[in-house]
């Protein structure tokens, strides 16, 4: 079933697990992600970058490949389809094609239009039962060509912004997209413990996920952490074994240049790698 995020990271934040925002770019990826889910019994947010999106030829698209993969699929877990670090127009072209779930990323604009931006958005999805993602802090790597600085956030915007009403809250705290350079500092919990600590009972959202040592996830997690994301992990896992079964000559081989075969080893690596996060996460028979 297609659903907001609200209820299943308000389940999350209270039982101390967080659920995995997986991204998806494809039908292999999409039918991968949600077979997993299923499996485990555990709910998932699918996130959809804006560059995915057009990959996919649109929004529309990808809402209608969603909503019939759930149905076809049989699938019974809570699913939520989210826009990834929207932009504004991005937002509004999301509501409008059918999305659950939305993430506004205001996080470069000055704090005063961010919350006047977020402040409408927040309105809008009320209105139509979406939950909503706003970021404070921007987090650092690049993606989809948007590049930020990896800052810590101010508590004070975090609890301005958690104010308005989002239903989830991304901050940054030393996390940054795509894999960790090896000198990094590691997470900053004693910014995740000031920003928890002024926005109370607000999920708190981890980007970047893959890559954060374990521990550091688990520490998360009791700090408030609800959702994290994965992408890069997912794309070196299929890239990977895609290599693997070209190398050994398989695509030329028999039928392996079918491309169902050729895309196999990459689709199932995907879904070992959601199975190891959902594992570490906790959110397994949590649907
Ligand atoms: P990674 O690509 O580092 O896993 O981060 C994903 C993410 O935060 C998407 O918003």
New binding site residues.
């Given amino acids: 079933m297609l659903v907001s995020a609200k209820e299943m990271l308000e389940k999350a934040r209270d039982g101390k697990y967080a659920v995995g ?1 997986f ?1 998806i770019n494809n039908l292999e990826w999409t039918k991968a992600v949600l077979l997993t889910a299923e499996e485990l019994k555990s709910p998932v947010i699918l ?1 959809v ?1 804006e560059g995915a999106g057009k990959y996919m030829t649109g929004y529309k698209t990808v809402t209608a490949m969603v909503k019939a993969m759930i149905e076809e699929l049989k699938i019974s877990v809570p699913v939520a389809l989210h826009l ?2 929207g932009s504004y127009d991005g937002c509004y072209k999301c509501i409008e094609a059918g999305f659950s779930s939305i993430m506004f990323d205001g996080s470069h604009y000055p704090i005063a239009e961010n919350v006047e931006k977020t402040t409408e958005l927040v309105k809008v999805c009320n209105e139509k039962g979406l939950s909503i993602e706003a970021e404070v802090g921007s ?1 650092g ?1 690049e ?1 989809d060509g948007v590049v930020g600085m990896g800052e810590c956030a101010d508590p004070d915007e975090c609890k301005q912004v958690a104010d308005l009403g989002v239903t989830m809250l991304a901050a940054g705290i030393g996390n ?3 894999k960790y350079p090896a000198n990094w500092a590691g997470l900053s919990f004693d910014t995740l413990a000031a920003i928890k600590d002024k926005v109370g009972s607000m999920p708190l959202v981890l ?5 954060i040592p374990e521990d550091q996830i688990k520490k998360a997690i009791s700090l408030g952490v609800a959702k994290i ?5 997912c794309q070196l896992t299929f890239a990977e074994a895609t290599r693997k079964y070209i190398e050994a000559g398989k695509d030329l081989e028999g039928k392996g240049f079918d491309p169902r075969k050729l895309l196999a080893p990459g689709t199932d690596a995907i879904k070992a790698t959601v199975k190891e996060k959902m594992e570490l996460f906790g959110s397994v028979g949590k649907a």
């Fill in positions: 925002q991204n996130g970058s990834d670090h987090i790597g993606e940054i997209h795509g980007h970047g996920g893959t890559g994301n994965v992408n890069t992990e």
